[in-house]
């Protein structure tokens, strides 16, 4: 349809509020538990995957706790989600990790912990 936004021109238009750039994904995994998670069946999902999945770029537009993607491990990808906070989340790791650390060690250290 003409005028009508494509998957990467919304990516576009969402960057820099709802979105993150990722170009570095050494082995990590899913940092939270996500209600409508796909954590126990992501490597399942992950093999349904076309064989060339890895040539461009992987968008993922409801990240959540993002199990497929640290399945996955894509060297180029941008993912996005309409939670506000979970994706300052994200961006906080990305960009302050050892922050992000020290701050659950914190938390342990003050029985915050459930």
Request: charged share 20%; glycine share 10%; aromatic share 12%.
């Given at each position: 349809?003409?005028?009508?936004?494509?998957?990467?021109?919304?990516?576009?238009a969402?960057?820099?509020?709802?979105?993150?750039?990722?170009?570095?994904?050494?082995?990590?995994?899913?940092?939270?538990?996500?209600?409508?998670?796909?954590?126990?069946?992501?490597?399942?999902?992950?093999?349904?995957?076309?064989?060339?999945?890895?040539?461009g770029?992987?968008?993922?537009?409801?990240?959540?706790?993002?199990?497929?993607?640290?399945?996955?491990?894509?060297?180029?990808?941008?993912?996005?989600?309409?939670?506000?906070?979970?994706?300052?989340?994200?961006?906080?790791?990305?960009?302050?990790?050892?922050?992000?650390?020290?701050?659950?060690?914190?938390?342990?250290?003050?029985g915050?912990?459930?």
């Open positions: 349809m003409k005028g009508a936004l494509q998957f990467p021109d919304l990516i576009r969402w960057q820099g509020k709802y979105v993150i750039d990722i170009v570095d994904t050494s082995a990590m995994k899913p940092l939270l538990k996500w209600a409508g998670g796909k954590r126990h069946i992501a490597h399942e999902l992950v093999q349904l995957f076309p064989s060339n999945w890895a040539s770029r992987y968008f993922e537009p409801f990240f959540g706790g993002g199990a497929v993607f640290f399945d996955l491990m894509p060297t180029r990808a941008t993912v996005s989600d309409l939670n506000v906070r979970l994706v300052g989340f994200y961006k906080h790791v990305k960009s302050s990790p050892t922050d992000v650390v020290k701050g659950i060690q914190l938390i342990g250290h003050l915050l912990t459930p």
